[in-house]
Structures are given as structure tokens and as C-alpha cells.
């Protein structure tokens, strides 16, 4: 085996377990993990100190409910989604003033603190439901993000004086969290309250923090003593709406109750898990010692009804009416607001009522049936098929839960297969029990998918709704959430080995114990395969020829830059008329156009909408990358954001000479590589194969200097065809080839330009000036007009208070981020040739969905995640 080979072979390796690795060190898989994990364990616990408790009897205990307490824990229900809501008044009033209306705000607190109760994850579920609506009168992201984090700076102050008001004043508190003595209980509540009076008397001196150059807008004084109140009475609705539906005979003191309540809180936002599941029941359950009551686990399911449950319901009727209204006014024509409405609002809603369905047949699988239906069926069918039917229903109850993403997403397979999916459970519901209910409402949500086809246009296989880690997550919630149920329903049996092979028409524990056992191996089978086969950046696919039509449009190109077509790793999307041509690769859920189209404009700005249509129609989003002023408007005409990434330095060469004092440093460095012995040549491409071992070589030594791994995409990597592609401009040394770069030629001879720059490290200092000059030199002589030194990455970005975010972002790392990058040293080193500089963007959906844009770019430059951690 030759070392080339030998090489080859080791990469496959390390590749092959670098994607696992890639997986685990993702920023977004720590937190649904964690969610789940804390849910997982908080059953347990729920599981062990409920040990004597059976579902019937918490179930009659629901049943028992009265309005006397219904009604109270509905009223501070809305006391609490009241103060919530203000919550964002107040964050308004300070963050853009006069710019909402007080309704709307209002409403984006009701609405937003509706869908992030119940989810979690406040930031970003609040933060995306928000940004929704208050974009429509002019707020960007950022905005949302400031208003996003004075509102968690209200609850955790409410949380902070509740906590001290009850230390100061009831003490004894409850026995499960008595870690201090009541003295030094009321010590604490002291110093808790001491601390907030001192930051309110702080911000009356000045509410703005400036932290390495940023400034940080904090509420007046007045204000946050308002917030303090306002989150006070949040907390203390939502214990008083726990607390009236608690048994009076096991309640504590109402200041005793809000510490418990306020320590369940704080373990639920610790947990990240989705509205504190599981982790609020477990921590009231222990502070309560209340494990053996089944009417205090009834009041909890009230409570998670009440408090979450319905509120989440209003929300999402809220919001739906919101985006109904919204589409309306902005799209004229009957016609028109119908269909739009119907492909906006049908997807998510078929979604959620397609998991419910799902979670329908998983809990019926997991309760008993009814033995008077058994008793009928018993007398029409074999035992087999009730058993298999069983089996199948939770099964299938899995698959829809699943494949409920994919009609989030649009997707019309995901459709097709639901309404299968839903037509089989209905079957299985009849055949394992005669759940005529169960049945027929599977069987009307089928019907309500087989007529909303026009809703789900986007292609798409396994592959594209395959579920993601938030997705895999959620399913483990709900479906241990559903185990916990069957637990509790069937805990008066005595388990039994034997259980397990038990087939009777009144077994429904061994139904139960053998469809658990297969929704485990199911549900993991999937989670294994998301995140083992989850797709990937696109990798370079050097077998892949570069289409005939490409390579005629470059011959024709005006700049070089779309030279990169021929590096192998991308796409193409050809016009109709053969006259342009974009590239492009796939990196997340997102599509991403390497630079503006080439070739024909008209054909181009064609192609623009062509990729958007299709990005769409795969679930994905479309992004253009390093985009030129050219088509700018055609990109906003879009709807897309545009950030500015930096700027390309292009160098005259007409009458270009190291003449004249600015060209000392240039003179030095050609008339220095000329006393050390560099000689510069130019290798025509015919030759380049011959001299491949040597730029290998070069090559190989510069990235392990450098400490770098090869990048894609927008930039090239060392790859025999692609090398073979160009004619290549090499420095040698005693006849040793010390560094190298390949020359991109446009079409039109008007812009010469390279890529790939390596050299051996040590050997010369003024090695790679001396090759610019030579390079330079060479450009003019040739007759081109323009030399093409790249991309200076965040350069010339707006460094000014009222710039937008982004810029200020930017422009920080620009300046702080030489551990990551020398941004400003290369752009210094750039600007030593004189040359003109030229903006360049990134076209993007805006919002707050900007920086998994970056990522998806940032990433697949990288070629992986473990690339983001590489130079």
C-alpha cells in the first residue's frame, strides 16, 4: 500500500470516529439532554416516594375536584399571567419607548409567558413567540433579546424578595428545607432583602453598565422597584393557585408553602427541564412528606392543568388568531388570505394534534381497558389479534409522535404517513379493545390531513424529518411520563417473571410490561439512528465531475472568486438557458449559496428565487454567502437580513510598480527574497501533477505549523484535482519548491487572483511578501487589470453606538478575537498593497434565527463542528 493510500485510509478512520465525537460536542446537545435526564429522574423519584399509590385512586381524587377550589386556582391563575404580561410592559417602555402599543405588549407577555411556562426554555421559546409579534411593529431581535432579559431580571428579582419576605417572617418553614436556624433563616432574609434595596438605591445613581465597550441598559430605580413587586405577586399567584388545591389537612402556612414553592421553581429552571416537569412534582412531593396522598398528586395534576396546560391552550389560540389577522392584512384577495393562511397555520396545528394522537394510543396501551368491551370482543376475535393489536397501537403511537416533526416541517410524505399511521391506530384501537373514541378521533384527524394537502408542498424522505436531538428529547418525556402512568395503573400487581408470557383477555399488566419493553426498543432504535446517521455538512465529493455548463459559464466569468465551483464540494443549480449557474452546499437546515450567481444577471436573479423555492420545499432555509453589492436588492426584495462579513481587497495593477516611497516595504521584500535565493515561476497547469508531491509536502508542513485543519467551501484544500485545476505560481530555493499558491484566472482576463497560499515554515522571512510582489508583478504584465488579495473577515463594520447589533458584535470580535483569528493582521497585511476595498454580506432570514445561520455557515467552512475549534 502506497503512503498516499496509506494516508487515505487513516483519514477514513479518524473520520469515521470524529462524527460521533462532532455530535457530542455540538453547542445545542447539552440542553435537551440535561431536560431530559432531570425529567427522567424526577419520575423516579415520583415512582419511589408514590410507592403505595395506585392511578385509580389519584384519578377519583381529580374527579372529586370542586369549584371551590377550581375556581380560586383559576383566579390566581390569571393574577400570575397578569403580572407576567407586565413583566414586558415595563421591559418596553424601557427598551423602545412610545414604540408599542400597551395591548400589544400586553398580549406578547400573555402569549409568550403562555408558550415558555409550559415548554421552558424561556429565552429562546419566549424569545422566538415574542420577536413573532412585536416585529410587526418594528422591533428586530435584538430589541426582543434586551426586553427577553429585563423580564428574567423581573422574575428572578420577584423570586429573590419572595424568598426573603418568607425567611423573614416564617422561619420554621418547612421541615424537608430547614438546613439553618430560624434565626439564621431570618438572617438570610435580612441580607436578600438588604442586597435588592441597595441595587434599586444603586440604579438611582445610573441604569447603564458598560462591560468591555458594550452598555447594558438597566431599569430606573422607580422601575425596579416596580418589577420587584409586580414579580412578587407573579410567584406568590402562581403558590397561592398550588396552594388552594392542596388539602388543607397536609397545607402548611401559605409563608411556609411560597419557600417550598420558590424552591421547587428554582430546581425546575436548574433542571432546563420543559416547565419544570416531573421536577416541581417530585420537589413539592418531598417537601410535603405527602408521597403516600393520592388527593395532593391530584392537586399537582390540577395544578399542572390549570397553571400550565390551559394557559399554554390560550396561547396558542392567541397567537394562531395573531398570525391569522397578520396574513390577512398584508395579503389582499380572498383567495389569497385563504391559502396562505391555510399553509401557515395547518402545519404546526396537524402537528401538535398528530403527537396528541400519538400520546392517545401510547396511554391507552398503558391504562386498563374496558373489561365489558373485552368481554364482547373476547366473542368476535382470536386472542392473538387483540394481543398483536395491542402491541401495534403503542408502536404506532411512537411513529406518529415521531412523524409529527416532519408535518411541522411541511413535508408531504409526512402526511401520506400520517394518515396511514392514523388509520392504523384507529384499527388497532377498535381491534385491541373497542376504543370506538380513541378510534374515531384518530380517524377524523386523518380525514382533516387527507384534505389539507396544498399545506405540505416540501419534498422529503426518512432523511428529512428524521427527528433532532429537541425532538428526541420531548418524545423521552412524554413517553416516560406515559411509563410513570402504567406504572401507577398496574402497581397492585406483584411482578412476576411469568408476567411476561402471560396472554389472557384480562391481562392488561403483561400487555402493558410487553408494550413498554417494545416502545423502549423502538423509541431507542430511532433516537439511535438521528443521532448516529443525523445529517451532516456536506462533505467534499472529489468523485463528482464538475458539470459541462459550469465550466463554459466560468470561461466567461468576471471575477474569479467562482472559481471555487471547481473545488468539488458543492452543488449546482443551473438556469434554464445555460447561462448561470449558483453553487451551493447544505449545513443544518440551512442551504447556503456560495456568493452571488455567475453568469448572465437576468438569468441569475432567476436563480436566486429558484434556490429560495427549493430550499423551501427541502424544510430548509436559504442563505447567500459573501455576496456582492450587485444583487443586494434582489436579496431584500427577499425579505432576507443582510450582514455585512467583511470587506475584498482588490489591487489596480494598471501602472502598478514599487515605485515611489509607499512601496519601500514591497522593494525590501522582493530585493531581500532576491539576495536569499527565492525564485518565482509560474507552473501551467499541464505540468502541476508532476510537482504534486512537492506542494504536498510544502503543504502538509505549513498546516502543522500553523497548528490547522484544511477548511471548504469558501475556501480550497489541498486536493489533487483541484490543484490540477489551475496553473500554479511556486517560490523555490536551491531548486526546492518553499511555497505555492494556485492562480485563479476570470473568464474575461480582467482578474487574476489565488487560493490556496502555503510555504515551509522558517525558511524566509519575507517569503510570502516577496511572493505578492512577484504575483503582482506578474498580474500586470499580463495584461490583467485587477489582482483579487481575498476577503479581510469583519472588516469595516460600523463602529458607532446607534450602529445595529451585529456591527457592534462584529466589530468586538474584530478587535478582541486574535486568539480565534488575526482579523485585524490580516487586513493590515492587505492594506499594505494600497488596494480598494469592496463590502461583502451575508443574506439571511432575520430574526433570531441569524446565529443558527452562522453556525450552519461557520460550520461547514469548518467542514464539521470540530472545525470551529481549528484556525
Not at 439512528?529 to 445529517?535: E, K, L, Q
Not at 531581500?672 to 503543504?699: C, H, Q, T
Not at 502538509?700 to 489533487?720: I, M, N, Q, T, V
Not at 487574476?752 to 510555504?759: E, F, P, Q
Amino acid at each position: 500500500m502506497s503512503p498516499r493510500q496509506t494516508a487515505a485510509e487513516s483519514q477514513k478512520v479518524e473520520s469515521a470516529f470524529a462524527r460521533p465525537i462532532e455530535r457530542l460536542v455540538e453547542p445545542h446537545v447539552l440542553g435537551p439532554a440535561v431536560g431530559a435526564l432531570a425529567v427522567a429522574i424526577a419520575l423516579y423519584v415520583i415512582h419511589q416516594i408514590t410507592a403505595h399509590l395506585h392511578l385509580n385512586d389519584i384519578v377519583t381524587a381529580v374527579s372529586s375536584a370542586t369549584a371551590k377550589t377550581i375556581l380560586p386556582a383559576l383566579g390566581f391563575t390569571a393574577i400570575s399571567f397578569l403580572a407576567m404580561s407586565l413583566y414586558d410592559v415595563l421591559a418596553v417602555r424601557r427598551v423602545a419607548p412610545g414604540r408599542i402599543p400597551l395591548q400589544l405588549a400586553v398580549f406578547a407577555g400573555m402569549v409568550g409567558y403562555g408558550f415558555s411556562t409550559a415548554i421552558g426554555f424561556h429565552v429562546f421559546v419566549g424569545g422566538l413567540v415574542r420577536y413573532r409579534i412585536y416585529q410587526t411593529a418594528g422591533l428586530d431581535a435584538a430589541d426582543v433579546g434586551r426586553i427577553v432579559g429585563i423580564s428574567l431580571l423581573t422574575f428572578s428579582g420577584g423570586l429573590a424578595a419572595i424568598l426573603g419576605i418568607t425567611l423573614l417572617l416564617d422561619p420554621t418553614g418547612v421541615r424537608a428545607l430547614q438546613f439553618l436556624s430560624p434565626a439564621d433563616d431570618r438572617i438570610v432574609g435580612v441580607a436578600i432583602l438588604a442586597l435588592l434595596l441597595a441595587a434599586i438605591l444603586w440604579l438611582r445613581r445610573g441604569n447603564r453598565i458598560i462591560v468591555l465597550g458594550w452598555t447594558f441598559l438597566l431599569p430606573a430605580a422607580p422601575s425596579a422597584a416596580a418589577q420587584l413587586v409586580i414579580g412578587a405577586v407573579d410567584i406568590g399567584a402562581a403558590a397561592a393557585a398550588l396552594y388552594v388545591l392542596l388539602p388543607p389537612d397536609i397545607a402548611p402556612g401559605f409563608a411556609s408553602f411560597l419557600i417550598l414553592f420558590v424552591a421547587a421553581i428554582i430546581a425546575s429552571v436548574v433542571s432546563h427541564a420543559p416547565g419544570g416537569l416531573g421536577v416541581l412534582e417530585a420537589t413539592i412531593l418531598y417537601g410535603l412528606g405527602a408521597g403516600t396522598r393520592p388527593d395532593v398528586v391530584a392537586a399537582l395534576v390540577l395544578f399542572r392543568l390549570i397553571y400550565y396546560a390551559l394557559p399554554l391552550g390560550v396561547a396558542v389560540l392567541g397567537l394562531g388568531a395573531f398570525e391569522i389577522y397578520r396574513v390577512r392584512m398584508a395579503v389582499a384577495g380572498m383567495a389569497a388570505r385563504t391559502l396562505v393562511v391555510v399553509r401557515r397555520m395547518v402545519p404546526p396545528v396537524a402537528s401538535v394534534l398528530v403527537f396528541g394522537g400519538g400520546l392517545v394510543l401510547v396511554l391507552s396501551s398503558n391504562t386498563p381497558t374496558d373489561s365489558s368491551r373485552m368481554a364482547w370482543l373476547e366473542d368476535v376475535l382470536p386472542l392473538p389479534f387483540a394481543e398483536a393489536s395491542h402491541l401495534l397501537a403503542s408502536i404506532t403511537g411512537v411513529l406518529l409522535i415521531v412523524i409529527a416533526r416532519g408535518l411541522y416541517r411541511r413535508i408531504a410524505s409526512a402526511r401520506i404517513g400520517a394518515i396511514l399511521l392514523l388509520l392504523s391506530g384507529a384499527t388497532f384501537s377498535l381491534l385491541k379493545g373497542i376504543d370506538w373514541e380513541e378510534a374515531l378521533l384518530l380517524t377524523v384527524l386523518a380525514g382533516a390531513l387527507a384534505t389539507s394537502g396544498p399545506a405540505f408542498y416540501r419534498k422529503g424522505d426518512w432523511r428529512s424529518f428524521r427527528p433532532d436531538l429537541k425532538w428526541i428529547s420531548l418524545m423521552a418525556i412524554a413517553l416516560a411520563s406515559l411509563t410513570l402512568v402504567g406504572f401507577l395503573a398496574f402497581r397492585h400487581v406483584e411482578y412476576q417473571s411469568s408476567l411476561w408470557w402471560e396472554f389472557a383477555w384480562d391481562g392488561d399488566a403483561p400487555r402493558f410490561l410487553r408494550a413498554t419493553l417494545a416502545l423502549t426498543i423502538v423509541a431507542g432504535a430511532i433516537a439511535a439512528d438521528a443521532v448516529i446517521n443525523r445529517p451532516m455538512p456536506m462533505p467534499p465529493r472529489a468523485g463528482d465531475p464538475i458539470p459541462a455548463a459550469v465550466r463554459t459559464i466560468l470561461d466567461t466569468s468576471t471575477g474569479t472568486q467562482p472559481c471555487i465551483a471547481l473545488l468539488g464540494d458543492k452543488f449546482f443549480l443551473v438556469s434554464d438557458d445555460g447561462k448561470a449557474f449558483l453553487m451551493y452546499a447544505v449545513s443544518g437546515s440551512s442551504w447556503i449559496a456560495m456568493g452571488d450567481p455567475v453568469g448572465d444577471p437576468q438569468s441569475g436573479i432567476r436563480l436566486i428565487w429558484r434556490f429560495a423555492e427549493a430550499a423551501d420545499r427541502a424544510g430548509a432555509r436559504s442563505v447567500y454567502y459573501a455576496v456582492q453589492p450587485e444583487f443586494l436588492t434582489h436579496y431584500l426584495d427577499m425579505g432576507l437580513a443582510l450582514l455585512k462579513i467583511g470587506e475584498v481587497a482588490r489591487v489596480p495593477l494598471a501602472g502598478f510598480s514599487l515605485a515611489g516611497p509607499a512601496r519601500q516595504p514591497l522593494r525590501y521584500a522582493e530585493k531581500r527574497g532576491a539576495r536569499e535565493g527565492l525564485v518565482f515561476s509560474v507552473v501551467s497547469k499541464a505540468n502541476v501533477p508532476a510537482i504534486l508531491e512537492d506542494l504536498r509536502a510544502v503543504s502538509d508542513a505549513w498546516l502543522e505549523e500553523k497548528h490547522h485543519r484544511e477548511k471548504g467551501f469558501s475556501l480550497g484544500f489541498f486536493d489533487d484535482r483541484y490543484m490540477g485545476e489551475f496553473d500554479c505560481a511556486v517560490m523555490r530555493k536551491e531548486g526546492v519548491i518553499i511555497g505555492f499558491a494556485n492562480l485563479w484566472r476570470s473568464g474575461d482576463h480582467v482578474e487574476l487572483s489565488i487560493d490556496l497560499m502555503r510555504y515551509r515554515p522558517g525558511v524566509s522571512r519575507v517569503l510570502m511578501d516577496a511572493l505578492f510582489v512577484h504575483l503582482l508583478l506578474y498580474g500586470r504584465d499580463q495584461g490583467y487589470q485587477w489582482f483579487n488579495l481575498g476577503a479581510a473577515p469583519l472588516a469595516g463594520l460600523a463602529d458607532h453606538p446607534l450602529a445595529s447589533t451585529w456591527n457592534r458584535v462584529g466589530t468586538f470580535i474584530f478587535r478582541r478575537g486574535d486568539e480565534f483569528y488575526n482579523f485585524e493582521g490580516l487586513r493590515d497585511f492587505k492594506q499594505k498593497f494600497d488596494p480598494v476595498w469592496t463590502p461583502q454580506y451575508l443574506a439571511c432570514p432575520g430574526g433570531l434565527g441569524i446565529p443558527q445561520v452562522l453556525l450552519d455557515v461557520t460550520t461547514l467552512i469548518s467542514r464539521g463542528p470540530l472545525g470551529l475549534s481549528k484556525r
